[in-house]
Structures are given as structure tokens and as C-alpha cells.
């Protein structure tokens, strides 16, 4: 069994052959759907050609089934969804919502690992520098 992600609302699946499915939004942009690499820190998304995704902007994230935003409590600039490992172990993962920004962070009660050049970044400013 692969990892699952879903919906942290309405509990959807999420990962569609190789892909995490989501929507997202710039402003007053048309939305887009982003296939997102699945692997935890590898940031290659596939998108629309006539969509243009602008690096350093932040985006707003939604679930492509119920449409709730996916903005994460942790932090306004971390998007959330679920995961389950193969093991069947359940975490959140939580990941930048900042194009070109490299962080995800895969958090199950007080244990996290992090991803990424820069998800440094966040760590005091979401208070997993205090986990143990």
C-alpha cells in the first residue's frame, strides 16, 4: 500500500495514480489544478500550460472535492492535508503555501520531520522547535 492523502473536511482521496490532487488560486486568477508530486520534499507540480504559476506569490489551496480551503492553523503560509503511511499510521502534512518555496513538515502528535531547503523557515514560528 502507497501513502494516502485526504481531506482534512470531507475526507476525499486525494492521490490519484502518482499524483496529490489539489486546486489553487492567486487573487483573482482563474483556479487551477496542480498534480503535485506525492514524495515528502519534492516539490514538482504539473499544471495547465496556459496557467502560470508565479514563484514567491502565495496561493490559496483548496480540496478539488468539497472545496474547503486547505490553509493550515499551524501558519497562514502552510497549506494541510492528511496522510497515511503504509503502515497505517496517520499524520498531518503540512507544506508551503508559497510558490517556489521548498518546507513540508509531517506531524503526528509531538513527533515531526521536516522537508526542504527552506522549512527551517518555519520551525520557531509554528512551535515545532519546542517538540520533543
Avoid: W
Amino acid at each position: 500500500m502507497k501513502a494516502e492523502y485526504n481531506c482534512p473536511y470531507c475526507n476525499a482521496y486525494l492521490l490519484l495514480k502518482k499524483y496529490l490532487v489539489l486546486s489553487a488560486r492567486h487573487n483573482g486568477d482563474p483556479a487551477m489544478l496542480l498534480f503535485m508530486n506525492p514524495e515528502l520534499g519534492n516539490t514538482q507540480a504539473v499544471y495547465h500550460p496556459n496557467m502560470q504559476v508565479r514563484l514567491g506569490e502565495r496561493y490559496d489551496f483548496y480540496c478539488p472535492v468539497c472545496h474547503e480551503t486547505l490553509t493550515s492553523e499551524l501558519h497562514e503560509n502552510l497549506v494541510m492535508v492528511k496522510m497515511t503511511d503504509e503502515a497505517g499510521k496517520s499524520y498531518e502534512l503540512h507544506f508551503s503555501r508559497i510558490a517556489g518555496q521548498k518546507c513540508t513538515y509531517k506531524i503526528m502528535g509531538n513527533t515531526f520531520e521536516f522537508f526542504g531547503n527552506d522549512a527551517q523557515h518555519y520551525l520557531d514560528m509554528i512551535g515545532l522547535i519546542n517538540m520533543t
